[in-house]
């Protein structure tokens, strides 16, 4: 933290900047300037003892020097974390796809989509049980029924599952079915609920919130880690922009800037990430070749009848042919597609 | 909804989107024009619906034309809703203003801050005890001590408190305390703690997320409504933007449109809308101006001690200046502000 | 500027980084810590600089210090900026209010908006003859004889014109009529535009930006008040946000920030701040509870039939109303609306 | 455009809408529903249209149905459009390269690094003659001599030339040397320039403005088509976002969703898209493996010495090892990359 005092602030000013500064548990060191002192303050500062500082008498502006997050920094651990979904590795050289519905509707639409996606290649199933909806007069997810559904699609495929859960109450239950507990856009500052799932040893897909920075969604992370679970993977799906064609606009500058930054696995979801069925292929490809440690893909057998967000799921034909397309997008940029293990 | 086919779209292409229309419970009538068709639709249709629609082949784009938000639209209510903090009713003639610390932090400065707005003229006493933080390496409010910290400057000062719960198995234990409950704009869409709130009578005031639309900011207050709680105060507390000099952007704007849409009443935040105390005595008049029923304002003992956010809180002298400008701006606009009730 | 480098970084990589300070003309000063060293920088830095300096080698992130806009700060020039639109003084004690149709689009329409919004309290008249539209295909101004007209309705009713020059070529031409040259918010950063208004000695009414920041804002004055034109109006009228219900969000909180940053006057367009005429009043009167110096309101003989934007324009009745409350509002901020000179 | 009338709309005012949109020059057919009346119009209306009519009594919405842009659309065009920059075809099978410095800043720098981007693979050489500048205080390029360098330049390396334009009356000299005139993200909305570029023949490269959505994008593209210049290319090159890690938001979306939209050719600039030199590879490539016709890549022989942007260029070094890794992700989804002429 870099205090800036106005032109002309009074050495009582200064003393007082610096008694305050240690008070928070800082060293301060005054460097007088020819317009104006500058106080530089040693110690892991927070935006909030920056805001703090910044309402002193005579102080112009403060700047913060250091990055906020800690445990899910590469500063912290240099090397990356690999995160076993079921006996998948996410993390590692190769990139994983997950796919399945949106939501789980019936048993039939989630078995089917489930052999669909598994013969396509995909190594992890996802489908919602509970879903958040903006409004409450819409479809929420069919809950209990909906878990025993995908542990029946597990059973059947040998996939492992990633599904959401909503509220802290619910993650024990979530987690007796789920490989892996998702962490929805609009919860990634439900800290409750992060508190919550970094109880548990499950691994968590933590997906960005719609207008989340990369410091926000590794602050979250942070939550998660700092209760003890490290099995952590932070998903980009898009964020909010004035742009209308697509219902969010996907991030793909956040993949390699993750990958900088953090030694977490970054999955990338095209299909919220654009809204549009039409564009999760190229939106897949172009994340994998930016970097993606995985894909989230949402698959339904019949996109015009689903109940939740059937316009930006793919049909198994459009899923298999982008399964057929990743492999030369991996290869151009030395990775490979997971393969899914042998049916026994 | 308006369904705009694409120009030659084939006969089986409309016949087939009427079909799917009328399967999510619509009317459907095709509307043939000398470039191309559109069909539109009778029946309340939802986002989801006509996103699911807009997937359908031949079809170039859906246009919703109602409103999806029900119970807390003027469409349904004319007449405002009056909402009673204690005995403080909030929507009705008088503009009541909502004093109190960020965080409760102590005995001391609670009681102390309490004491202080009382006599400036608040008539009801806001104050954190369970606080969201950004980062879990930074205060997150005193808990369950700081609800029996609130629970005594009540007692002290008459005041009704209006405190934040964060997550649903808090929601009763802060009830017993609170005359109001506050969800946070990180919660807005946590849609377990709405359900959770919509389940108790307790008042709620619901602020307005990050970078939520006033139709999402409406549809949350539906979920409460829905549950069959009807005291729910809605909260400008600005949003993100652009703009680095300020915390938030307070929309102004958002005031005379929510009198306009809803008949909930409508609550203005400038501590958080501008992040900046010298920013909140301008911007809290200008609400007063442009028709806001009530003012939730941050007022500390000693703002550049205060454990979070006192770059925006107010002192005791700056919050009694802004107690005496309020009166002549409510009155430019025909209302009054709020009289304490007198002491017994 | 700070440099602050990464852990770990070598010898060489701070000399390198202190030689590159001082090529760009700033003295550089290492700051050893205990866990890395930071480089104080002194002299006026800018983003550019700071940026450059990021790329070196070693550098884990730079910081500004100080703000980077120069003529226009409260800090070059403590006492406020009085601006003369013909003889109307803008910046002063009085609020003045601006107002006149969007476009000129007839001799009857305009001078009789202009009879009747001098009639209801305005003191300069707006109009545009040049117009800048998001589409090819609409209506762009009538030009030339649109300017004719202008000036006949500033020969009628002695009110100074405001009016939009869009290129450098038109800007003569424009000035020959016009009291004060307005540039639209897609021109804030058209630099040669900028730099042509310069060389002249008119006012200047300069708009933010649709997404500008308000340092880019000042950055943009800064151009004017370099080429020597010291007339300078600052204008906000809303920024684009993700609400759908409102055209802009109208920026209240610009107002006391800029007033405190800033000598320049600041003026307030609810017109273009909302984009619905029944939010221009209560803003209106927000924005003069907040501190503008002065308004710009669109009025219009039949909004219903303006060629352009009269979904936000107010009728002469909905205006005249606007002005009689506007003085209560103004008072209770210690203002005044400015009152018309007396007819000759 | 759909009409969407209150409940309870009396039928004169709903004849007055009818009229009203008669005026317009439209059709109008009143829907009568349930609840409400909807009136249906026919013939091309436009936002403008939509919100003169949303202003009118007993209204309660009105949906625009059409997209507005029209000469750049694929509803217009279906086929490509192929631009050619000196010989070089862009919009057809090959990925084209353009390269260079962001701004020529000396005879060796620019003849320098056009000859290693020729070396590299580059086809077109880019480079800036005038900038523009947030600060007044800034470097503005060097005008004409530096357009003279570019000239010298393109004769020794035989590229063509893509420079940027900023204002009207520089149109001719730029043309004189240019093969494809730039027009910058800030001048997206400059509409006198883009009737100047479109009074042209010359290659036209159009930039996204900051915050611009792509109807706007399709619409400034209009201006210029409209004039008669076909020979238009649109370039996304990030757009602002709330994200301070990166300068701009790079938006891969916008990829596909162009080549759908229209049949103009998409180039994409990662280097503005990013701000960060080592996210412009990853991003380079997941351009290309979303469908991008053209990379725009800045290189710098010293980056840590450029006038302007360095920090977001590419060193020699480092360009040339993109050039190495972009041909096997163009394979990968049937591109290649553009060859260079054979050196006579």
């Known amino acids: ?43 892991v500062a927070a935006q909030d003892h920056a805001d703090a500082v910044e309402a002193l008498p005579g102080v112009e502006r403060v700047v913060l020097v250091s990055r906020p997050f800690k445990l899910s920094s590469r500063e912290v651990q240099p090397q990356d974390t690999l995160v076993r979904v079921g006996d998948v590795p996410i993390g590692g050289p190769d990139v994983a796809v997950m796919a399945g519905p949106c939501s789980v509707e019936s048993r039939e639409q989630t078995l089917g989509t489930a052999r669909a996606v598994r013969d396509a290649g995909a190594v992890v199933l996802r489908g919602g049980a509970y879903k958040p909806s903006t409004s409450p007069y819409h479809f929420r997810g069919l809950g209990e029924p909906g878990l025993e559904i995908l542990a029946e699609a ?3 495929t040998g996939l492992p599952v990633v599904t959401e859960v909503l509220a802290p109450a619910d993650v024990e239950r979530v987690a007796l079915v789920a490989d892996c507990l998702q962490i929805g856009a609009r919860n990634m500052q439900n800290f409750a609920l992060l508190d919550a799932v970094g109880e548990t040893q499950s691994p968590v897909l933590l997906k960005r919130g719609l207008s989340a920075t990369i410091e926000e969604l590794l602050l979250a992370a942070d939550y998660i880690l700092a209760r003890g679970n490290r099995n952590v993977m932070l998903c980009e799906r898009g964020i909010r922009t004035f742009e209308r064609y697509t219902r969010n606009t996907f991030d793909v500058n956040a993949i390699p800037l993750l990958k900088r930054l953090t030694h977490l696995p970054v999955v990338a979801d095209p ?11 190229p939106v897949a490809l172009a994340a994998v070749a930016a970097g993606a440690d995985a894909l989230l893909i949402e698959v339904h057998p019949s996109p015009d009848h689903a109940l939740k967000d059937g316009f930006q799921s793919l049909t198994f034909e459009n899923f298999a042919a982008l399964m057929r397309a990743a492999p030369a997008v991996a290869g151009a940029v030395n990775r490979r597609v997971a393969s899914p293990a042998p049916v026994a």
């Open 271 to 281: 299909s919220h990430g654009t809204g549009k069925w039409y564009l999760v292929a």
């Open 154 to 156: 597990k059973r059947a």
């Open 1 to 43: 933290m870099l205090v800036v005092m106005k032109k002309g602030a009074s050495p009582e000013q200064i003393a007082h900047v610096v008694e305050r500064v240690q008070e928070l548990g800082l060293t301060a060191i005054p460097l007088p300037g020819e317009e104006r002192t500058a106080i530089g303050t040693f110690g």
